[in-house]
């Protein structure tokens, strides 16, 4: 079963999904609930953002 990351555009918090091929449901930012979310390769390449929670965590440094 293929689990993807995923970025939320509306308040960049990160997650993962896992996506069955049969699923045709959009998917939602577990949350702010937005549904305009960005497939992710890899979140670590996303550090930086605000809102990271677990997708980096002890990477953040030189943001405040
Ligand atoms: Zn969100």
């Known amino acids: 079963m293929p689990i993807y990351e995923f970025k939320c555009q509306a308040c960049d918090h990160c997650f993962e ?30 550090i930086g953002a605000s809102g990271l929670s ?3 965590p002890g990477s953040r440094k030189g943001f405040s």
Do not use: I
């Not at 999904?17 to 979310?37: I, M, T, W, Y």
């Open 17 to 46: 999904k896992l996506v069955f091929v049969s699923e045709d449901e959009p998917v939602r930012c577990p949350k702010c609930n937005n549904a305009d979310v960005k497939k992710q390769v890899s979140c670590a390449s996303f």
């Open 54 to 56: 677990r997708c980096a």
